[in-house]
């Protein structure tokens, strides 16, 4: 999904005569929250996948914890963005996914419904199996579903997945700091080749 709205995004600045290169000039407070956080959520991930002695011990033990703090780095830096509208939304997303994440365990849930609707038949079979750390299958005990991957993509689409509606939030945006950052105006500005308000005088 953030691929997706990453890749549209571009080719929608393109259209809009945004420029590439004004995306390496957009400055990021706290940046480094945010390169930590993802560090450590992949890191505890690998460790945990691996099982490499006492320190996976350790992540297995403290995972949700681990998996929390990686989440509490990434708030952190986005809210040092806030000036930038855009992050607001990817921090609504990125806490509704905390939330639902931490209230199952540290993991995602996901519809097996959801699963068969989006073809995703050999995923289904190895959640069953419990074999993906990151998430689990949706059960009557599970808490807060809602917020879960409960949201099929199947084909047509190009790329059949499970979103979550805080998925939703992340990848808008992630589209529309594209859109600023390209062409120095957001996506309903009154300049905006995209979306144009014309006020005639009567």
Same mark, same amino acid.
């Given at each position: 999904m953030l691929i997706?709205s990453?890749?549209?995004?571009?080719v929608?600045?393109k259209?809009?005569?945004?420029k590439l290169?004004?995306?390496g000039k957009?400055?990021?407070?706290?940046?480094y929250?945010?390169?930590?956080g993802?560090? %450590?959520e992949?890191? +505890?991930?690998?460790?945990?996948m691996k099982n !490499? $002695?006492? @320190?996976?011990? /350790?992540? &297995?033990k403290y995972f %949700?914890?681990?998996? +929390?703090l990686?989440?509490?780095l990434?708030? !952190? $830096?986005? @809210?040092?963005n /806030?000036? &930038?509208?855009s992050m607001i939304?990817v921090f609504?997303g990125t806490?509704l996914?905390f939330?639902?994440?931490?209230a199952?365990?540290?993991?995602?849930?996901?519809?097996?419904?959801?699963?068969?609707?989006?073809?995703?038949?050999s995923?289904?079979?190895?959640?069953?199996n419990?074999?993906i750390i990151t998430?689990?299958?949706?059960t009557?005990?599970?808490?807060?579903?809602i917020l879960g991957?409960i949201?099929p993509?199947?084909k047509?689409?190009p790329?059949?997945?499970?979103?979550?509606i805080?998925?939703i939030?992340l990848?808008l945006?992630?589209f529309?700091f594209?859109?600023?950052?390209m062409?120095?105006?957001?996506i309903?500005?009154r300049?905006?080749?995209m979306?144009r308000?014309e006020y005639?005088?009567r």
């Open positions: 997706e990453m890749a549209t995004s571009l929608v600045g259209v809009r005569g945004g290169e004004n995306i957009v400055q990021i407070r706290g940046w929250f945010f390169v930590l993802f560090i %450590i992949f890191t +505890s991930v690998y460790l945990k !490499i $002695g006492i @320190i996976s011990t /350790f992540i &297995n %949700i914890y681990v998996h +929390s990686s989440y509490i990434i708030f !952190i $830096g986005l @809210i040092l /806030f000036k &930038n509208k939304l609504i806490l996914n939330i639902v994440i931490v199952n365990g540290g993991r995602m849930p996901v519809s097996p419904e959801g699963l068969k609707t989006a073809g995703l038949i995923n289904l079979e190895m959640l069953k419990d074999m998430h689990t299958l949706i009557d005990s599970t808490k807060l579903s991957d949201i993509l199947s047509p689409y790329f059949p997945k499970m979103i979550s805080g998925d939030f990848g945006g992630i529309c594209i859109q600023g950052a062409t120095k105006k957001g309903f500005s300049k905006s080749k979306i308000f005639k005088k």
